[in-house]
């Protein structure tokens, strides 16, 4: 089972990749750190967050927490990744939602018509993922190598610590 996660109002770009490699990731964009820290000891979500002082405040609260010290993307992924000791695999049955981490539901073509912006992209991939809380639909297209690319840098950057 993957730990579940609350993210500080400075990691949005993180909370959506995180959610979409299958994490179960809190994301209040106005919350100060009370709430954070509230929020996070009474859900029981490792809070990550770019701010020493509110890590400090939560391990001294006995609240799991995952400092980030990198103003990179890659960095940042690996040092939650390492702090979790998760693997960075992509289980397509666990993905949810970058923008509302709802659970993903896959789906074929035929299904997933209504909400692609074109026929010619049901025409052209045999998955979709939807999630049914905003509407919104997914599909390996061209972004996808890009996709690729960082979480084998990820990858990468675990091993060689
Ligand atoms: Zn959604």
């Not at 923008?99 to 045999?126: D, K, M, Q, W």
Request: hydrophobic share 40%.
């Amino acid at each position: 089972m993957k730990r579940k996660l609350i993210l500080d109002s400075m990691c949005g770009r993180l909370a959506r990749w995180l959610r979409f490699l299958g994490f179960d990731v809190l994301y209040l964009r106005e919350a100060d750190d009370d709430v954070l820290l509230s929020t996070a000891s009474e859900t029981g979500r490792v809070l990550v967050t770019r701010d020493e002082e509110l890590y400090e405040r939560a391990v001294k609260n006995g609240i799991e927490s995952i400092l980030l010290t990198s103003v990179d993307h890659v960095e940042n992924m690996s040092q939650v990744l390492r702090g979790l000791e998760a693997d960075v695999a992509l289980p397509p049955e666990e993905t949810r939602c970058p923008l509302c981490n709802s659970p993903l539901l896959e789906v074929g073509p035929a299904e997933a018509l209504n909400f692609l912006p074109s026929r010619e992209i049901a025409r052209r991939y045999g998955k979709f993922w939807l999630c049914d809380k905003c509407g919104k639909a997914y599909w390996m297209g061209s972004h996808w190598r890009n996709i690729e690319k960082i979480l084998s840098e990820v990858r990468r950057n675990i091993r060689e610590r």
